[in-house]
């Protein structure tokens, strides 16, 4: 059977990343230095509210998105209407400043479940969202350090903590099944979270809040900037169905 076209395109678009393939080790990264012209650029797609009003705010556009994508008959058409609401409320800064550096004003430690897209959720564009990801969304130590670094050094004032329906490391965590040592692991945070008689969404739900208790408890830097007020944990749950992103208090 012939190719056809998308299959084409994205032959094209392979061979042409291969040309700009470069070394894996082209020596030590200099760290991102945000400069006052760059830091003007950054500041257009500043946001207009509060980190977390944002955040909802940007989700609710995504929601009617969401609905709208559901109605629609086929692939492109439902592409079409996700693209519609991120032109309506995103902004994108231009790769040349994002080359330069990031001022992302939001971190969101979540799941790397693919029904989950941050720019998606939150409609936002590239360079908004500090993103941190595992299965699960636990706190792990490397998260952990990179939440770190979000505070200590892009002043990052808000992390959320989201978890998301049919989480399959949170059913993997209730299950019995055997698991590899390193899943194991990975579970273990997980359990620790569990009340029991729980259902997987309350179990989904009060991991993502353990896993947001745990980030000031395992880090005296993450503690601090949470004690001096600056900075702001909130675990989250998505629903993948409707869409909705539904804060849980703590
Ligand atoms: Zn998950």
Known sequence: MAPSRRELLEKAAFLG???GFGQCWPGLAQ???VDGDLRAQLEVCKPSLKPLQQLIAGNQRFMKAWAAAGEA?????RMQALQLAYGDGGCEIKPQALAKGQRPWAAVLTCADSRVPL???????DGELFGVRSAGNTAFNEGV??????VANLDVPLIMVLGHSGCGAVTAAMADAMLTPLLEDLVTPIRASFVPGNNLTEAIKSNACYSAAQLPKRSELLRKAQTSGKLKIQPAYFDIESGQVSLLLV
Do not use: H, K
Not at 119 to 125: H, K, S
Not at 145 to 150: F, K, N, P, V
């Open 73 to 77: 008959e086929s692939p492109d058409l």
């Open 31 to 33: 760290a991102a230095v």
């Open 119 to 125: 720019e998606w959720l939150f409609n936002t564009g």
């Open 17 to 19: 990343a291969a040309l």
């Open 145 to 150: 350090a990179s939440l770190e670094y979000a």
